[in-house]
């Protein structure tokens, strides 16, 4: 049986699960996410998420101003694949012309979802409205989704944060106002724009939209799921249909596959070695400097290769890391990368 508010159901075997909808995207069991990231959620780290078990991802969010007035590399954002479906494309703005066109142009590049994005909390957005600079302008972000709805034949959702600061806590009632424009699903990130990125992530507000009986629509949890323990916990403790997960991916596309072992059989799998996961980075490097080109895919590259785990721990490694992150030229990276792989092979 399958439940668009993804309560929870009891079978005839008497096994009691929880499936989440959007729309008509049946999204399985208990999903997870990737969250839309500027600089980070390009096709290829999608598709690598997606490979290791991502229920749904996300593009780069794409400010709608700039889509309206055709620039190209706004444009390019918007280029889907049919592998990794469902996909949804996010687009931010403040002009609510701007967000309904920007909207129609979306749709017709065929994602399965349009996510408008009022939380990012960087100043270039949010000190300009838009983003999470929405939260300080209520009435106008229930203007545009409501508009945006209207406009669009796919299901619709939001992706915001709990408000503007500790002073303003507004997403119990901003929920309900959120649904009633007709939105199908919304993500809540547990923090105020005000934090940032910074302390952390507070579910109890996520947990209690989610418990209001007014709300039949899938909330999707995000903030600080760095772990497969992690998840578990924002399932069972808050009740979320979903969560999502953002910056604990860079250099980590596997930590879907570790989420989803962990949910589906509670255990991790063995062969997802260290070897492994640097064939992944390895792979990554090659989509960059293939898609884009090689300078380019290296400086694109390394951000994962900074933030990745599998280095964690190991001693002397600091010039290594700076070397892996200075090399300007394909073979030069993989160079460095293989030696990594000797060293602690060896070991």
């Not at 075997?13 to 008509?24: K, L, P, V, Y």
């Not at 780290?45 to 101003?65: H, N, Q």
């Not at 596997?254 to 799998?269: A, M, N, P, Q, T």
Request: hydrophobic share 40%.
């Amino acid at each position: 049986m399958l439940v668009s508010s993804g309560k929870h159901v009891t079978l005839q075997r008497e096994t009691t699960i929880i499936i989440m909808r959007i729309g008509q995207i049946d999204l399985g069991e208990r999903p997870v996410f990737l969250a839309p990231m500027e600089d980070v959620t390009d096709i290829g780290f999608r598709l690598l998420c997606k490979r290791f078990g991502a229920s749904m991802v996300y593009t780069e969010f794409v400010s709608a101003e700039a889509l309206v007035r055709d620039v190209k590399t706004t444009v390019r954002k918007l280029q889907i694949s049919d592998v990794e479906r469902p996909v949804g494309i996010q687009i931010y703005g403040r002009d609510l012309d701007a967000m309904v066109e920007a909207a129609r142009i979306v749709e017709q590049a065929g994602p399965d979802v349009i996510d408008l994005n009022f939380g990012c909390p960087v100043k270039k957005v949010a000190g300009k409205g838009a983003g999470a600079g929405m939260l300080q302008n209520i009435p106008k972000m229930l203007e545009i989704t409501r508009e945006v709805v209207k406009a669009v034949r796919l299901p619709v959702t939001v992706k915001t944060r709990l408000g503007w600061n500790s002073e303003q806590l507004v997403i119990t009632t901003l929920a309900e106002q959120l649904q009633d424009c007709g939105i199908k699903a919304l993500t809540i990130h547990g923090r105020t724009r005000s934090q940032m990125y910074t302390g952390e992530a507070d579910w109890t507000l996520i947990g209690e939209v989610k418990r209001n009986p007014r709300i039949t629509i899938p909330i999707i949890g995000n903030g600080d799921i760095t772990s497969a323990e992690d998840a578990q916990r924002a399932f069972d403790e808050y009740g979320v249909d979903g969560i999502m997960v953002g910056r604990a991916t860079f250099g980590r596309p596997w930590i879907f596959k570790e989420i989803r072992d962990y949910l589906d059989h509670g255990i991790s799998d063995p062969a997802l070695d260290f070897n492994a996961k640097l064939n992944t980075l390895e792979e990554l490097l090659r989509i960059n400097v293939e898609r884009i080109d090689e300078q380019r895919g290296i400086i694109h590259t390394r951000r994962h290769l900074a933030a990745t785990p599998i280095y964690k721990g190991i001693p002397n490694f600091r010039q290594t890391r700076i070397a892996m992150l200075r090399a300007e030229h394909m073979d030069e990276l993989l160079s460095i990368l293989e030696e990594t792989r000797r060293m602690l092979n060896k070991d």
